[in-house]
Each structure stands twice: as C-alpha cells, then as structure tokens.
C-alpha cells in the first residue's frame, strides 16, 4: 500500500458524459501527478500540482482538468467524454520541492474509467 | 520532446534464466526510476538512479545507469515466476515530469 488514496476504483458512464475522479495524497506529500495509461497511450503525464498551484503540464486534453484544494488532495475532472477516453487514471504524490524538483512518485491504486 | 524507448517490449524467459532490459532516453535527464507493474495493479518504486553509473540492487533486479549514453539497464539474474510483471522505465524532464518508457512485459515459466 503506497499510502495514495484513489476514488472511485471502477466508473462506468456514458459518451458526453462528465466525471471527477478524486486523489489523496500520501500524508505530508505537497505534489499530486495525474497519468493516464492506455493500452495504446501507454502511461501519460497529463498534470501536477504542487501545494495547491498547477506545476507542470503534459498531454491533457481542454476537456479535461484538475485542481488542488488546500487539504491536498486533487479532483481530476473528465468531460464530454469520448470512447477513446476509457484508461486507467492514476494519481501519484511526491514530497516535491518549493523551487522543482520531487523525490520519489508513490502510485494509488488508479480509478478504471470506461466510457460506453 | 523527450522520448523513452524501452526493450524488448515482450519477454519470456525461462525460470533460472538471466536477461537484460534496456531503457534509452532521449535528451539530457538527472534522474531515472524504475516501476514494476501487475496487471490491473498500480505502479510499484523499485529504484530511483541519480548520477551516472549508479548501480542498484534489490534481490534479483539491478538497475545501471549511463548518462552519457542515455541508457539504463535493468538486469534480472535466475528468474523466478514471481517477477512476472510489467516493468517501466521513466525518466524526470524539467525537474517536474516523470516520462515513461513503453514499457516491458516479462514473463517468466518454470
């Protein structure tokens, strides 16, 4: 158990359809990363969030978004979703670092999204 | 654009067998890790490489990293079933972004 808490663990819903996925980070990590991994993506950085304030920014797409809310943990945000949109959604907390940097990414247990 | 290339992307070995994944990355990075997966399961830390030709050991796993080469290898000495899994290799660009290799799915029968 990595200490990362994801929520819900399955979620089945529609096309156009809008969730939010939700993240704990391991107690005392201020950096919260969402990946979505895809059998034909493979494992994509989509966002990080650091104390609160976006830090860095991979292939997210405008449908998509997250935050972080001043007791750390993070919401992903998915809409008008698509087919192609069904993966795994993991979030992973690092210590991070005020000026960059972060130590070791620690995994949740991911949230399987499957759009019909 | 930082690129990470693993292989083989399929493996399947004997169990007592050695063999030897590679990881080359694209452009200049200070760090490295190495992620095991189970199917349908998270992603596990197995090792973090932070200087060139650094070693880690863990049991039957050993990872290495060249920097000037761009490459990391994750070495597997006597096979056991139990080391079945997918191993990701993922490299840190810009201080912020953990990039990850394709992946390598071992397999290991008696």
């Known amino acids: 158990d990595s200490g990362v808490t994801q929520t819900p663990k399955h979620l089945i819903t529609a096309t156009g359809q809008r969730v939010t996925l939700r993240c704990s980070p391991r107690s005392g990590d201020l950096s919260v990363y969402w990946y979505q991994q895809s059998l034909d993506q493979g494992l994509q950085f989509l966002i990080q969030?650091?104390?609160?304030?976006?830090?860095a920014k991979g292939n997210i797409l405008e449908r998509f978004s997250a935050q972080q809310f001043p007791d750390l943990h993070s919401e992903l945000n998915l809409s008008s979703l698509e087919l192609g949109d069904s993966a795994l959604y993991f979030c992973?907390?690092?210590?991070?670092?005020?000026?960059?940097?972060?130590?070791?990414?620690?995994f949740g247990p991911g949230t399987r999204l499957t759009v019909l | 654009e930082l690129k990470v290339e693993q292989n083989p992307l399929f493996l399947s070995m004997q169990e007592g067998k050695n063999y030897t994944i590679y990881c080359n990355y694209s452009?200049?990075?200070?760090?490295l890790y190495w992620y095991r997966q189970d199917p349908g399961k998270s992603l596990e830390s197995l090792f973090v490489l932070l200087s060139n030709g650094a070693v880690k050991q863990e049991g039957r796993l050993m990872a290495s990293l060249d920097t000037k080469a761009r490459l990391s290898t994750l070495h597997i000495t006597a096979a056991v079933h139990d080391l079945s899994a997918t191993y990701f290799c993922a490299v840190v660009l810009n201080t912020d972004k953990l990039i990850f290799g394709t992946g390598t799915r071992l397999q290991v029968f008696p």
């Open positions: 992973a907390s690092s210590v991070g670092l005020a000026g960059g940097g972060m130590g070791t990414q620690y």
């Open positions: 969030y650091y104390n609160g304030e976006e830090r």
């Open positions: 452009t200049t990075s200070d760090r």
